[in-house]
Each structure stands twice: as structure tokens, then as C-alpha cells.
């Protein structure tokens, strides 16, 4: 027995190994893809304002546009501001929305700002300074260490949210910095209108779940019952996960095509399982990944995925030349999301995470649009190309797949 142990061991100790080793030479290549990082920028895309309802919506997948609009609308607040970020960087941009959040609450705005510690560490502390005028809330895990044992505790902020005073809310997976502006491809929306209260019910729900109450914001913003605009957050601190099975009701129930995007393609088996059982059934379905994420183990470890999704008939997408940092998905020309969760366990049942679900046939239209206008930059991955890689990508992918149930 004490043999089998030992051989037990040592077999895990060498994966163990193999894996370390695996992950060092990415790290090397992701240095050095860093270093040739192009300075390409992006065509525009800038569709009209559409309605649903009594709101107005507007989907940017532009940074310098939605920058642009967002610091006007900071700059139009009368009353109050919430602005939540996972990152928010020291450079043109991001001190171009910290000095203006600045001179709104020096002017007597209310101005709330939720900034997630670990997403930030790199960011200089000087930066992350503020004056008393602003109301600031540093969202950190791990905040008491009595909690380490609590799984909970290890959840990040991941949401990116402004609302403005509870009439115009942006959302969408845009964080705050000039790299973003122009050389990465993401989306976000705008919503003038009622369901601007619920992001902002959902901002003040965070804010007062993590502030004593001294600190609390005693507003109440009324959400609404309203089955075409619906927001999904997921709560790390109640163990609710919506936005998880939002995907997976929309896939069990698209009749004829799915058009998914995501930054990080990592999903669990009953994600994975709902979205194969779509294209096995006839649905055309096509799921749009970076070719050369930001993050290089996450790109190994969702092709651990691609000979099961290309063997069920889902078309994969590599998005190539710059970062594809989306996360959206359009189905059957009725049925849209726009957030900030990736389909990654991270965010299906890790971090705070928001998305809003849209029934809309012209806003669908703009997101199909935008789904086509990105398969132009974008190579097919097909069963052909997959099968011809060369034999060490396909033994790295199968050692690195267990480490999808980290990421």
C-alpha cells in the first residue's frame, strides 16, 4: 500500500511538474507577444439608437465613442453618479474620468466609485487617492482573515457600471484606460430610461452590502417588472449565479442561430453541454474567442474545448490582430446580452459579474451585425485546421485541461 502511495505520488508530482513547465514557457511567449504588441486600431462601428420599450439603448463597441459619452454624461449629473470598475488604469483616459468624477463631487454631486483592489494592484497608490467630496468604496477580497476559509471571500468585483442620475446607466465589459480606447474590441451599452434604476438599485444593493452603515447610500432606486429588459448580477455573497443559467434557458431554447462572444471561453460541463445539444439539434451556432487573448493559459485551456464543440457542429471563430474582450451573445434575431461575465467559472460561479437580457428584434439586428462585422477579422477554426496542429499543442492542451476548474 505504502508502494502505491508513493507511486501515486510521484505521478502526480511529474503532471504537476509537466504543467509548471508549460505554463513558464507561455509566460515567456506572452512577454514576448507583449513586446510586439501591434498599434493597430479599430474600423468604427457606431449603430443609432434603437428603443425597447421607454428605453433607449445604444450599443458601443468602440472605446473612444463610449469614453467620449460617458464623460459627457458624467459631466451633465445634477444630483448623483455611480461608477464601478474592475480596472481603471493611471493613464490619459483614466485620469481624464477621475478628474472629472473629482470636479462633479466638488461641485456638490453625489459621487459614488467602486474600484476592485486586485484588479488594480499594478495601478500606483497615488492614483487611488481621493478627496474627502468623494464617496469611495475599495473592493477587496480577503477583507477579514477570519474569512480565508470561506470560498466566498475570494470573489472579485468584475462589474463595470455608470449610472448617472438614475436616468442613464452604461454597462458592458469596457474597463477604464487608454489601450482600451482604440486597440481592443469590446461592447457595452447605454440605457436612457427606466431600467437605468435597476443598475443603479443594483450599484447601491453592492455598495451597501460592503460599506458600514454610516456609509450607506439611503437612496432607493425602484426596479421594474419588465420581461424585455431584465438584469442578471451574480452575488458571490448569497451564492447566486444567474447569469449562468441565463445562457444556458437562451441555448436550450434558440430554434435557429446562436452568435456568442466571449473574452475567456472556459465553461462548465452543463454550459458546455446545453450549447453542444443546440448545434446537435440543427441550430447554427458560432462562437467568436480571441486567436491571442490577453491571457494566454486561459487561450490552452479553452482549446481544450474545440474538438468537442467542432465535433458537435459549432462553428469557432479566432478573432486576430488585436484583443477581443467582449461578452455577448444574440440568438434567433430576438434575444440579445451585453455584460461583463465571461463564460469561464470565474465568472459563472466565481465573481460578481452583471449582464442585462434583451428581447429587441432591431437591437438584435445591430448585435448580428456586429457578430458578421467581426467574423471579418476572425479565421474559421475548422476540424481540418484543428486536427493539423502540431502534436506538442495537442499534448500542452490535454495536460493544462484539468485547470479549466480554476479558471
Known amino acids: 500500500m505504502k508502494a502505491l502511495w508513493e507511486i501515486l505520488l510521484a505521478v502526480v508530482g511529474v503532471y504537476v511538474a509537466l504543467q509548471a513547465t508549460i505554463i513558464a514557457i507561455l509566460a515567456v511567449v506572452a512577454q514576448r507577444r507583449k513586446r510586439r504588441q501591434t498599434t493597430e486600431t479599430l474600423s468604427h462601428f457606431d449603430p443609432p439608437p434603437t428603443h425597447i420599450g421607454s428605453n433607449k439603448l445604444k450599443i458601443y463597441s468602440y472605446g473612444q465613442n463610449l469614453y467620449d459619452d460617458m464623460l459627457a454624461a458624467i459631466d451633465s449629473a445634477q444630483e448623483r453618479i455611480y461608477f464601478e470598475t474592475f480596472i481603471w488604469k493611471d493613464d490619459e483616459i483614466g485620469r481624464a474620468f477621475k478628474d472629472r468624477l473629482i470636479a462633479k463631487a466638488q461641485a456638490g454631486v453625489q459621487v459614488y466609485i467602486i474600484f476592485d483592489v486586485f484588479g488594480n494592484f499594478v495601478v500606483p497608490r497615488a492614483f487611488k487617492q481621493f478627496p474627502p467630496e468623494a464617496h469611495v468604496l475599495r473592493f477587496r477580497p480577503w477583507a477579514n482573515l477570519w474569512r480565508l476559509l470561506d470560498l466566498r471571500s475570494y470573489a472579485l468585483d468584475h462589474r463595470k457600471l455608470l449610472i448617472v442620475d438614475g436616468q442613464t446607466g452604461f454597462i458592458g465589459g469596457y474597463n477604464i484606460g487608454s489601450l482600451y480606447a482604440k486597440q481592443w474590441r469590446d461592447t457595452h451599452l447605454r440605457i436612457i430610461g427606466p431600467a437605468a434604476q435597476d443598475l443603479a438599485q443594483s450599484f447601491v444593493d453592492f455598495w451597501n452590502r460592503f460599506t458600514p452603515k454610516s456609509r450607506r447610500i439611503k437612496t432607493y432606486h425602484p426596479r421594474h417588472f419588465d420581461p424585455t429588459i431584465e438584469l442578471h448580477g451574480n452575488n458571490a455573497a448569497r451564492l ?160 493544462l485541461a484539468p485547470l479549466r476548474f480554476m479558471l
Not at 493559459?297 to 457542429?313: H, I
Not at 481540418?384 to 502540431?390: G, L, V, Y
Open 240 to 399: 447566486t449565479f444567474p447569469i449562468r443559467d441565463m445562457y444556458i434557458d437562451a441555448f436550450d431554447r434558440a430554434q435557429k442561430h446562436i452568435y456568442l462572444t466571449n473574452a475567456y471561453f472556459v465553461p462548465d460541463h452543463t454550459l458546455l453541454e446545453a450549447l453542444t445539444a443546440a448545434a446537435e439539434r440543427g441550430v447554427q451556432t458560432h462562437v467568436l474567442l480571441p486567436w491571442k487573448s490577453n491571457h494566454i493559459l486561459a487561450d490552452w485551456v479553452a482549446r481544450s474545448y474545440f474538438e468537442e464543440c467542432l465535433r458537435a457542429g459549432i462553428h469557432i471563430w479566432g478573432y486576430e490582430g488585436i484583443m477581443i474582450h467582449a461578452k455577448t451573445c444574440t440568438i434567433d434575431g430576438q434575444w440579445s446580452t451585453i455584460g461583463t461575465a465571461n463564460l469561464d467559472r470565474l465568472s459563472s460561479v466565481g465573481n460578481y459579474e452583471i449582464n442585462v437580457e434583451l428581447y429587441g428584434r432591431e437591437l438584435a439586428e445591430q448585435m448580428e451585425e456586429l457578430f458578421a462585422r467581426d467574423q471579418i477579422n476572425s479565421f474559421e477554426i475548422t476540424k481540418e485546421f484543428w486536427h493539423k496542429r502540431a502534436w506538442y499543442m495537442k499534448v500542452s492542451e490535454r495536460i
